[in-house]
């Protein structure tokens, strides 16, 4: 039974930095890849950043490039989503998500499970 499990959001000023996890259950994350993506209420849900299974490859859209660190804890079956100098427009919904291939896509009409979303709120 796959299942994913996003955690980590809160509250954080403009500038600060929050780490998201998304835990994994019934397959392995190293041989696939995961995506985050983020949702704004009244908008669609966007890809930001993915990882891809086995060689790690990492992909990040151009608005948080150099802020938004993807990686992946093989040991714990986990992916993480490290974001620094957060900015009043980050704040949204994030998701995890998985369409169990290898190759990455930030497109959320691809993936097959989702985790439960983790809000993140950043105040200005």
């Known amino acids: 039974d796959v299942q994913l499990q996003a955690s980590g959001g809160g509250l954080v000023q403009a500038g600060g930095s929050l780490r998201l996890s998304c835990a994994a259950s019934?397959?392995?994350?190293?041989?696939?890849?995961i995506g985050w993506f983020r949702q704004v209420p009244g908008k669609e849900r966007l890809g930001v950043s993915c990882i891809s299974g086995d060689d790690g490859s990492t992909y990040y859209v151009d608005s948080v490039k150099g802020r938004f660190t993807i990686s992946r804890d093989n040991a714990k079956n986990t992916v993480y989503l490290q974001i620094d100098t957060l900015r009043p427009e980050d704040t949204a919904v994030y998701y995890c998500?998985?369409?169990?291939?290898?190759?990455?896509?930030?497109?959320?009409?691809?993936?097959?499970?989702w985790g439960r979303g983790t809000l993140v709120t950043v105040s200005s």
């Open positions: 019934g397959f392995t994350v190293r041989h696939y890849s």
């Open positions: 998500a998985t369409d169990r291939r290898r190759g990455c896509s930030l497109d959320s009409s691809d993936m097959d499970y």
